[in-house]
């Protein structure tokens, strides 16, 4: 069966501070990845999704940045955080369109 | 490009039934919805693929029109655990193989006993 896992559970950084959230998937090979930002009682915006490795689309211009040096391994990084960085960090991931997206626990950030 | 969501609030007493709607100006490949509880990862109800094939719980169900890019999510005899935010999330015809979805900004359903 297919799991994602996703690192931290919870982070509080300083706003200037870098950031690396790590996602990864097991159990299926080549999924499509997406990273999912939800602000605090609001919708899921869509932040980046990746169709294959090193192949990364941005879908909202910001001080964020995203990697997928492996197959299954989706990365959220950025420099130096903002306060409206803060957040609830989701990453996703389905086999092909038409699927169902199943997405990780996800990581809460707060920046200080 | 955001689907809109109607209500965007909904309270219920067990037993009910809910209705809750998804609108697209785009044209849609396929519309997916998703639960959310407070605090947790959204989790998959339904997808609705062009072309009118269904995917999900028996429990509950879901339209697609087409014709005017609308999805309707139906609840019918609400038990407790249906409360969450209900979030519906479309994928437009034209974005390839990306499986790329824009969610609606959500509407929050409460079941009472």
Known sequence: SQTIHQWPATLVQPVGSPLSLECTVEGTSNPNL?????AAGRGLQLLFYSVGIGQISSEVPQNLSASRPQDRQFILS?????LSDSGFYLCAWS???GDEQYFGPGTRLTVT | QQPVQSPQAVILREGEDAVINCSSSKALYSVHWYRQKHGEAPVFLMILLKGGEQK???????????KKQQSSLYLTASQLSYSGTYFCGTEMLGSG???????GQGTTLQVKP
């Open chain 1, 34 to 38: 997406y990273w999912y930002r939800q």
């Open chain 1, 78 to 82: 950025s420099k130096k955080l903002l």
């Open chain 1, 95 to 97: 086999r092909d369109r």
């Open chain 2, 56 to 66: 999900g719980h028996d429990k509950i169900s879901a339209s697609f029109n087409e």
């Open chain 2, 97 to 103: 193989n990306t499986g790329k979805l824009i969610f």
